[in-house]
C-alpha cells in the first residue's frame, strides 16, 4: 500500500471556524491532490501540487487553500467552514504523469469525514 | 473540456454473473487515459485498470477488462463471474491534454451483488 495518511479521519466542526486536513506521503511523489467527494458528484478536484511551493487549482477549489512546504506534507484548509463544505476529502498522490496517455495511476489516502454543522 | 459520465446509478447483479458499468468521456485532444477505480464501502480507492487512448487492444487485468470503443468515446468496464466482494462503488476517471497533471472522475456507479 502507498504510505499516504491523512489526518485527522473524522472531524466535526462548526460554520464559520478554520478547518485544516494533512495529508503526508512517505513516497516522494512530486504530485499531490486534494478531491471532494460528495454522492452524485464522484470526486472532484480542488487542488493539487506539483512539487514544493507550487500548486494549481482544480475545479471546486473556492473557499480553499492548500501549501505545500515539503515534498510530503501537503495542507488543505478551509478559513472559514460552511455546511456546503461538509464532505469527505481525500488526498491523493503519484508521480510525474509526464504525457497525457501516461498510465500514472493516482494513489489514495483513507479520507478524511468533516462535517460542518 | 472534458468529462466522464457514468449513466447508471445503481446496478443489481446476480452473483457469477457478467457486468457491463458504463463510461462515456468527452475530450477533444488525441491523447488520453481512462482509469477504472473501485471503492469499497469501507472507503478507500482501489485501481482497477487504464487504457491508453493509443492502444490497440483492450485492456486486461484478471476479471476485469475495459471495453474500448474510441469513435463512440466509451470506455466501460467488464466484471467476469461477478463475486459477493465485487458490490462496491465504481468510478471511472480521464486524464487528457488539457489538464495533463489531473484525473476527472465520473459520478460513480453502486453496483450490489446478490447471491
Known amino acids: 500500500d502507498a504510505g499516504i495518511t491523512q489526518s485527522p479521519r473524522h472531524k466535526v466542526t462548526e460554520t464559520g471556524t478554520p478547518v485544516t486536513l494533512r495529508c503526508h506521503q512517505t513516497?516522494?511523489?512530486?504530485?499531490m491532490y486534494w478531491y471532494r467527494q460528495d454522492p452524485g458528484h464522484g470526486l472532484r478536484l480542488i487542488h493539487y501540487?506539483?512539487?514544493?511551493?507550487?500548486?494549481d487549482k482544480g475545479e471546486v477549489s473556492d473557499g480553499y487553500s492548500v501549501s505545500r512546504s515539503k515534498t510530503e506534507d501537503f495542507l488543505l484548509t478551509l478559513e472559514s467552514a460552511t455546511s456546503s463544505q461538509t464532505s469527505v476529502y481525500f488526498c491523493?498522490?503519484?508521480?510525474?504523469?509526464?504525457?497525457?496517455?501516461?498510465?500514472?495511476?493516482?494513489?489514495f489516502g483513507s479520507g478524511t469525514q468533516l462535517s460542518v454543522l | 473540456a472534458q468529462k466522464i459520465t457514468q449513466t447508471q446509478p445503481g446496478m443489481f447483479v446476480q452473483e457469477k454473473e457478467a457486468v457491463t458499468l458504463d463510461c462515456t468521456y468527452d475530450?477533444?485532444?488525441?491523447?488520453?487515459?481512462l482509469f477504472w477505480y473501485k471503492q469499497p464501502s469501507s472507503g478507500e480507492m482501489i485501481f482497477l485498470i487504464y487504457?491508453?487512448?493509443?492502444?490497440?487492444q483492450n485492456a486486461t487485468e484478471g476479471r476485469y477488462s475495459l471495453n474500448f470503443q474510441k469513435a463512440r468515446k466509451s470506455a466501460n468496464l467488464v466484471i467476469s463471474a461477478s463475486q459477493l466482494g465485487d458490490s462496491a462503488m465504481y468510478f471511472c476517471?480521464?486524464?487528457?491534454?488539457?489538464?495533463?497533471?489531473?484525473?476527472?472522475f465520473g459520478q460513480g456507479t453502486r453496483l450490489t451483488i446478490n447471491p
Open positions: 491523493a498522490i503519484s508521480e510525474s504523469p509526464g504525457y497525457p496517455d501516461s498510465n500514472e495511476k493516482l494513489f
Open positions: 513516497e516522494n511523489h512530486r504530485y
Open positions: 501540487s506539483y512539487g514544493v511551493k507550487d500548486t
Open positions: 475530450t477533444s485532444d488525441p491523447s488520453y487515459g
Open positions: 487504457q491508453g487512448s493509443y492502444d490497440q
Open positions: 476517471a480521464m486524464r487528457a491534454a488539457q489538464g495533463a497533471q489531473k484525473l476527472v
